[in-house]
C-alpha cells in the first residue's frame, strides 16, 4: 500500500502522540534516596534505619542482612547480637521499578575497639594478665583475662606472663616460669584452651602459621604447636638454644635464636634454609614486604623472597633481649601502611660479674636507604622515664607509636606508663599512667 506525503504526516502525528500518552501514563519508582551509610557499635546496641522514599504510595518493602530476609516494613531497627561486619539492603519496589539503598554497620566485639597491653606481674604476688584500653573511653581496664574467667590464672605467682598475639581470632599468651600457654577468644576474653606446663617449664613468643598449625619459642628451641588443642608437639630440628620473636612472611618462618641469631625456616616443612648470625631483636615488616631486624650496631632488612640482608649501620647499640636476667620481645617496630623502622637504644651498665644492659630513653626512625635518619632520636620520652620491656609498637589503626615505661631505669618501679606518640611528627600526644608492679611489657593489636 502507498501513502501520500500529507497521509504519512498524519500518521507520524498520531504515532508521536500515542508515544507521549504512554510515557505520561508511566508509573515513577519508589525514589529511595541511596545515601547509605557506615556505622559501628556494641553488642547489645541498636541502629534504626528510616530511609526517605520519594513515592511510596504502591510500594513494597524488604530487608536484607547480609543477603537474608529480615523484614517487610518501610523501617528497621537493627540488634548488634554478635561481632562482624553488616551488609543492610533495603529495597522498595513498585510496577515502575525497584530501587535500593545500603547500609554497613560494623559490631565490635567487647574487646575489640582498642588494643591490649601484657603485664609481667609481681614476682610472688601476680603472674600478671592482660590490660585493655578502650577507644571509647580512652581508659584503661584491668585484669581482662581474670575478670572474664574467674578461678583461672597464668599459673604460680612466680609465673610471669611474658608475651601474647592474636591469630585467627584467638589470642595466644605464654608465661615463663612454669606457666602455661593460654588460648582465649580475642573478642571476648573466654579461655578456649591452655597447655598447662611448657617444654622445660619456660615458654616465650608464639605464632600462627595457619588455621592448623604454629610455632612456640621456648628456653631450648622452637616446638610445633596443634592449634585445634592446643597441644605441644615436637621440637624443630638444628635450634637447639633459647628462641624468641619469630615472623611469618610468605614461604618462610623468621626465629631470633639466642646462639644462631636469625633462623629461617620453611613453613612448609620447618627445615632450615638460613641462618644469619647477627640478629639479637626482631621482626617486623613494612609495606614493600621487607622483613626487618637488628643486632648490636646494625639495622637488617631481609628480602622475603631472595632472602638476601642488608645491613645499615647504626651510631647505638640495639636492645638484646636475652641480656636483662631473661627474655622478652624486642624493641623494633614498624608500620604495615609505611615503609619506616622504629627502633629503641640500648643502654649498658654495670652489672654483676660485668655489663648489664638496662632502660633506655631514645627511639629512631629510619626511613629506607637515608642513613641520615640515625644523626639525632627521632623520639627522647621524658625525663625520669624508662623503657621497660619490649619499649615500643606502632599502632596502625590510630597510626601512633606506643612507648612503654617505668620510673626506674632497673624496672622496680610501680608507676607504670603508656606513651602515645605521633609517628609522623614524633609530638607526645597523650600519656597514660597507673600505679602497681605491674610491669608493662608489650601492647597487642587487634
Given at each position: ?438 610491669f608493662p611489657t608489650l601492647p597487642v593489636f587487634y
Amino acid at each position: 500500500m502507498r501513502f501520500s506525503g500529507s497521509t504519512f504526516f498524519v500518521v507520524s502525528i498520531l504515532a508521536l502522540a500515542m508515544s507521549c500518552k504512554k510515557n505520561d501514563d508511566a508509573i515513577p519508582g519508589p525514589g529511595v534516596d541511596k545515601t547509605g551509610g557506615a556505622d559501628s557499635i556494641h553488642i547489645g546496641a541498636t541502629l534504626s534505619y528510616h530511609p526517605r522514599i520519594n513515592n511510596p504510595v504502591g510500594a513494597t518493602f524488604s530487608w536484607k542482612i547480609n543477603g537474608n530476609a529480615v523484614g517487610n516494613d518501610s523501617v528497621y531497627t537493627f540488634t548488634a547480637s554478635a561481632r562482624g561486619d553488616y551488609h543492610i539492603v533495603f529495597t522498595a519496589s513498585n510496577a515502575g521499578a525497584s530501587d535500593s539503598v545500603i547500609y554497613q554497620v560494623k559490631v565490635w566485639g567487647k574487646y575489640e575497639n582498642g588494643f591490649l597491653v601484657v603485664q609481667e606481674g609481681q614476682y610472688g604476688t601476680t603472674s600478671g594478665d592482660l590490660f585493655y584500653y578502650s577507644y571509647d573511653s580512652n581508659k584503661i581496664v584491668k585484669d581482662v583475662f581474670k575478670t572474664e574467667n574467674p578461678g583461672k590464672d597464668f599459673g604460680p605467682t612466680s609465673a610471669t606472663l611474658q608475651f601474647a598475639t592474636i591469630h585467627k581470632g584467638k589470642v595466644y599468651m605464654s608465661v615463663k616460669v612454669g606457666g602455661p600457654l593460654v588460648v582465649a577468644d580475642a573478642y571476648t576474653m573466654k579461655e578456649t584452651g591452655r597447655v598447662d606446663h611448657l617444654p622445660q617449664e619456660e615458654g616465650h613468643a608464639f605464632t600462627g602459621i595457619d588455621d592448623a598449625r604454629g610455632l612456640l619459642s621456648a628456653v631450648d628451641g622452637v616446638y610445633r604447636v596443634n592449634l585445634a588443642g592446643p597441644t605441644i608437639g615436637t621440637k624443630i630440628d638444628g635450634i637447639n638454644s633459647s628462641a624468641g620473636d619469630m615472623l611469618v612472611a610468605g614461604d618462610y618462618v623468621f626465629v631470633l635464636t639466642q646462639n644462631d641469631g636469625i633462623v629461617i625456616l620453611k613453613t612448609s616443612d620447618y627445615s632450615i634454609v638460613k641462618k644469619y648470625p647477627k640478629g639479637t631483636i626482631g621482626f617486623a615488616r613494612t609495606k614493600d614486604g621487607a622483613v626487618w631486624a637488628a643486632g648490636d650496631s646494625a639495622l637488617l632488612r631481609i628480602d622475603p623472597v631472595s632472602l638476601a640482608v642488608t645491613e645499615t649501620p647504626v651510631p647505638f647499640k640495639v636492645t638484646n633481649p636475652w641480656a636483662l636476667w631473661s627474655w622478652h620481645s624486642g624493641g623494633i617496630t614498624t608500620s604495615r601502611s609505611g615503609n619506616e623502622v622504629f627502633i629503641a637504644e640500648r643502654k649498658d651498665g654495670p652489672g654483676i660479674g660485668g655489663t648489664l644492659e638496662y632502660s633506655g630513653t631514645k627511639i629512631y626512625k629510619y626511613t629506607a636507604g637515608n642513613e641520615a635518619s640515625f644523626a639525632a632520636p627521632f623520639i627522647t620520652i621524658p625525663n625520669g622515664q624508662y623503657f621497660y620491656g619490649s619499649a615500643v609498637r606502632f599502632n596502625e589503626r590510630t597510626k601512633e607509636l606506643v612507648v612503654l615505661t617505668l620510673t626506674d631505669e632497673w624496672g622496680s618501679s610501680n608507676d607504670n606508663r603508656w606513651l602515645f606518640y605521633d609517628a609522623t611528627t614524633g609530638s607526645l600526644k597523650q600519656t597514660v599512667r597507673y600505679a602497681g608492679y605491674y610491669f608493662p611489657t608489650l601492647p597487642v593489636f587487634y
